[in-house]
C-alpha cells in the first residue's frame, strides 16, 4: 500500500511540481518574461531629466524638475549621472521606463530635514493602477542617519512606496540605502495596494532583478503585499526576485524580513512566485530572509543565506499559512550565530487548522542552525529529501536537523544528518485538532549524531504525555556512521502504527 505521503502529494498534483522545477531550470517562471516583453524598449536615446531643469549636482532641489520629467510623458527617462537631491516624494506614472548611468552613479536622495516627518523618494496613487514602469541602474539614498522624527503610521521613509494595484513594474540593477526612519517605520522598497483599499486590488508580474538593498531599518529589502481586507477575488501573482543582494536590519526597534510576499487570505493569494539567486549577509538582526504567505505556485532556489547575528526565533526561510504547491531547492543556509532558536527552513503556520500543503524541501545545505528544517502545525503532503543538514561547530549547543510537529503525510528521505545531537524530533503538537500521521522516515544517513545513551529519533512531550502516537509510522533503510555510544534509533516513548 502506498505512504500518504507519496500517496497525497500525487492526488495533488506532482506534474505542478515538476513544471515547476523545470521553470527553475529554464530560468524563471513565467511572469518576468512577460515583464520584459511589455515594458518600455531600453532602446533609443529617451528624454534626459536635464532638459526639464534637474541639476544633479546635490545641492539644488531637483524635486519639481524631476516631477516635470514624470509628467511629460515620455517613454523613457535619463538620468545623467549625478546627485538628485529631493525634498518631497516624487509620483511615479505608467507607461515609463527610468533610466540611470548605474545605481552608483545616478542617485536619488532623500535630503529633508530630520527634525520633520520623513518622506517616500517615490510613491504611486493608491486609487489608480501603475503598470509597464521599468526602473533600472538607477541608486535610492534614504535619511535614515540623519532621521530625528518617526512617522506614527510606519508608512513614510521607504525609498519606494508604490502602494497601489500594480500591473507589470520591474526593478533592475537599481541599489536600494538608507531608508527607514530609524525606528520602527519605512525601509526599501515596498509595492502593492494598502490592506484598507477595497476593490479587488491586486499585483501582477512584477520583476526585481540584480538590485542591492543595503543599511535600511524596518523593512530591510523587499515587502510585496496583496490586498488583504477586501473579501473580493484579488488573485495577483507572476513575481520574480532573482539575483539581489540583502544585507540586514540598522538601528531599528522593529525587524521583520528581507524578502516578504503576502497574499494576505484566501481571497488575495499570490501565485507563480519565484525566489531564486539572490544573497542574504546578515550581520545585523533581522526577522527571516524569506517569508511567504498565502502565496501558491512557487519556487525558492539557488539562495544563499549567511547570519552572523540573529534574534529570537527568526529563520532562513519561513512559510506560513496559506502556502501551497511550491519547492525550496538548491538553497545554501549557515549561521555562525549563537542564538539558540534560529531555524533555517520553517513552515509553520500562525492560524490552525489552515494549512501548507504539498512543499518539497530537496538538496538544500542547512550548516549552522540550531534547528534546520522545521515542520510545524498543520503542514500537510510535505517532501524533505536530498538535503545536507551540519550541525557545525556548535559547541555546547544541542542541534536539531528535523522537526516533524502536529503534521501528515510527511516523508523524510535520503537526506545526511552530521554532527547533530537531535537529528529527528516527533512530537504531535498542542491543539485539540493536532496530529501526528502518515511519517516516513527513510533511506536517510547518519554522521557523528545523537548523544550518549538518547535516541536519534527523539519525541517531544508534554508533561501531561507519557506516550507519542504517530499513525502509519515507517522507518527503513537509514544508515549510521560513527553515532553516540549506546544510541537508540527510536525514542522507546514513540509508538507507531500502519
Same mark, same amino acid.
Given at each position: 500500500?502506498?505512504?500518504? %505521503? ?11 511540481? *515538476? ?22 524598449? =531600453? ?23 524631476? @516631477? ?22 516624487? $509620483?511615479?506614472?505608467?507607461? @515609463? ?16 530635514? !530630520? ?78 495596494? &494598502? ?25 530591510? !529589502? ?8 477586501? @473579501?473580493?477575488?484579488?488573485?495577483? !501573482? ?23 510576499? *503576502?497574499?494576505? /487570505? ?32 512557487? $519556487? ?11 534574534? %529570537? ?12 504547491? !511550491? ?6 543556509? /549557515? ?60 559547541? =555546547?549547543?544541542? &542541534?536539531?536537523?528535523?522537526?516533524? $510537529? ?26 485539540? @485538532? ?17 548523544? =550518549? ?25 537509514? /544508515?549510521? =556512521? ?17
Amino acid at each position: 500500500m502506498a505512504h500518504p %505521503a507519496r500517496r497525497l502529494i500525487r492526488r495533488l498534483g506532482r506534474r505542478r511540481f *515538476l513544471r515547476l522545477l523545470a521553470a527553475t531550470a529554464a530560468g524563471g517562471l513565467a511572469g518576468g518574461g512577460v515583464a520584459r516583453l511589455l515594458l518600455p524598449s =531600453d532602446n533609443g536615446q529617451g528624454a534626459s531629466v536635464r532638459a526639464f531643469g534637474a541639476k544633479g549636482d546635490g545641492e539644488h532641489d531637483d524635486t519639481a524638475a524631476l @516631477q516635470r520629467a514624470i509628467e511629460s510623458g515620455a517613454a523613457r527617462l535619463v538620468f545623467p549621472a549625478g546627485q538628485y537631491r529631493l525634498t518631497a516624494p516624487l $509620483v511615479a506614472r505608467s507607461g @515609463q521606463c527610468w533610466q540611470g548611468d548605474g545605481a552608483a552613479r545616478s542617485v536619488l536622495i532623500a535630503d529633508g530635514p !530630520g527634525t520633520e516627518k520623513p518622506f517616500n523618494l517615490v510613491n504611486a496613487d493608491p486609487s489608480g493602477i501603475l503598470q509597464d514602469l521599468a526602473v533600472q541602474d538607477l541608486g535610492f539614498r534614504g535619511n535614515r542617519g540623519r532621521q530625528l522624527v518617526v512617522s506614527r503610521s510606519g508608512q513614510e521613509g521607504f525609498l519606494l512606496h508604490l502602494r497601489t494595484a500594480l500591473r507589470t513594474v520591474a526593478l533592475r540593477r537599481c541599489r536600494f540605502e538608507h531608508g527607514g526612519d530609524g525606528h520602527s517605520g519605512g525601509g526599501g522598497v515596498m509595492l502593492g495596494p &494598502r490592506p484598507e483599499v477595497s476593490g479587488g486590488q491586486s499585483v501582477q508580474d512584477l520583476l526585481i532583478e540584480d538590485c542591492v538593498f543595503a543599511d535600511n531599518s524596518n523593512v530591510p !529589502g523587499l515587502y510585496i503585499a496583496s490586498a488583504t481586507s477586501s @473579501q473580493e477575488p484579488a488573485m495577483g !501573482g507572476g513575481i520574480r526576485v532573482v539575483g539581489n543582494s540583502f544585507s540586514g536590519v540598522v538601528g531599528s526597534v522593529k525587524v521583520q524580513n528581507a524578502i516578504y510576499i *503576502l497574499g494576505g /487570505s484566501p481571497h488575495t493569494v499570490l501565485r507563480h512566485v519565484e525566489i531564486s539567486g539572490n544573497r542574504f549577509e546578515f550581520a545585523t538582526l533581522v526577522d527571516a530572509a524569506i517569508e511567504l504567505n498565502w502565496v501558491e505556485d512557487f $519556487v525558492i532556489a539557488n539562495n544563499t543565506v549567511h547570519f552572523d547575528a540573529a534574534i %529570537a526565533n527568526s529563520s532562513g526561510i519561513l512559510l506560513r499559512d496559506g502556502s501551497r504547491h !511550491g519547492v525550496v531547492q538548491g538553497n545554501v543556509l /549557515s549561521s555562525t550565530s549563537r542564538e539558540p532558536t534560529l531555524s533555517g527552513i520553517v513552515l509553520l503556520n500562525f492560524a490552525h487548522p489552515q494549512t501548507i500543503d504539498a512543499v518539497i524541501i530537496s538538496d538544500n545545505i542547512v550548516q549552522g542552525m540550531a534547528r534546520a528544517i522545521a515542520v510545524d502545525r498543520g503542514s500537510r503532503a510535505i517532501t524533505v529529501q536530498g538535503n545536507r543538514l551540519d550541525g557545525g561547530d556548535g559547541g =555546547d549547543m544541542r &542541534r536539531t536537523g528535523v522537526r516533524v $510537529v502536529d503534521a501528515s503525510a510527511v516523508r523524510v528521505r535520503d537526506n545526511v544528518f552530521s554532527g547533530l545531537a537531535k537529528p529527528l524530533e516527533l512530537a504531535v503538537g498542542d491543539r485539540p @485538532q493536532s496530529v501526528l500521521r502518515g511519517l516516513e522516515i527513510d533511506r536517510n544517513r547518519f554522521e557523528r549524531c545523537g548523544e =550518549d545513551g538518547q535516541p536519534l529519533i527523539r519525541a517531544i512531550l508534554p508533561p501531561a504525555l507519557q506516550r507519542l502516537q504517530v499513525e502509519d509510522l515507517l522507518i527503513r533503510d537509514n /544508515s549510521f =556512521d560513527r553515532v553516540s555510544a549506546n544510541h537508540l534509533v527510536l525514542d522507546p516513548v514513540i509508538e507507531g502504527t500502519s
